[in-house]
């Protein structure tokens, strides 16, 4: 059964203070690994797509990068509105989609 | 329209009436994930369709669960008899193609009391 899991559950930054998410997964054939921003009583939006080791994507203040084991997000100098709750999403073989539980995000000011 | 869209937005029904959740999927869009979620948690994969195939159902929780896309379009999730349990948040998601990103709708509010 796929599997992905993210850490920390929760991560307090003061602004300005970069840090990363980890999400780990083990899934039979990846297609793609997505990662989602949720804001509270939202549904989640899309950020990324990775689909290879080695790939990376950014996005302002974000960046994505993929192994063959995990993906990290990067959140540089991080400002208050980029608090949330990110979520990561792998892509089986058969196309089912299959999310962690997310990292919380709060940034104080 | 312009994004997924999900009604009603909140549902509140008693205990063993059945609900129908309906979601109608960004113009265009092949693929349709349901996904259940609890407060603090991640969307948990419900089942999946292909235009009008439901292609994975292994996530409905139990035979009081279906779903069905009947035009490869507009989505139906009907709960039967429902129970206290199935009080959650329902979301749906669409995609251009079936390994391209998802786009969430609002989601469907339901309490069972």
């Known amino acids: 059964e796929d599997q992905v899991t993210q850490s920390p559950e929760a991560l307090r930054l003061q602004e300005g203070e970069s840090s990363s998410l980890n999400c780990s997964y083990t899934?039979?054939?990846?297609?793609?690994l997505f990662w989602y921003r949720q804001d509270p009583g939202k549904g989640p939006e899309f950020l990324f797509t990775?689909?290879?080791a080695g790939e990376e994507k950014e996005k302002e203040r974000l960046k994505a990068t993929l192994t063959k084991k995990e993906s990290f997000l990067h959140i540089t100098a991080p400002k208050p509105e980029d608090s949330a709750t990110y979520l990561c999403a792998v892509q089986a073989m058969d196309y089912k989609l299959s999310f962690g539980a997310g990292t919380t995000v709060t940034v104080r000011a | 329209g312009a994004g997924v869209s999900q009604s009603p937005r909140y549902k509140v029904t008693k205990r063993g009436q059945d609900v129908a959740l309906r979601c109608d999927p960004i113009s265009g869009h092949v693929s349709l994930y349901w996904y259940r979620q609890a407060l603090g948690q991640g969307p948990e994969f419900l089942t999946y369709f292909n235009y009008e195939a439901q292609q994975d159902k292994s996530g409905l929780p139990n035979d009081r669960f279906s779903a069905e896309r009947p035009e490869g379009s507009i989505s139906t999730l009907t709960i039967q008899r429902t129970e206290q349990r199935d009080s959650a948040m329902y979301r749906c998601a669409s995609s251009l193609e079936q390994a391209t990103e998802a786009f969430f709708g609002q989601g469907t509010r339901l309490t069972v009391v």
């Open positions: 899934v039979s054939g990846l297609r793609g």
């Open positions: 990775l689909y290879s």
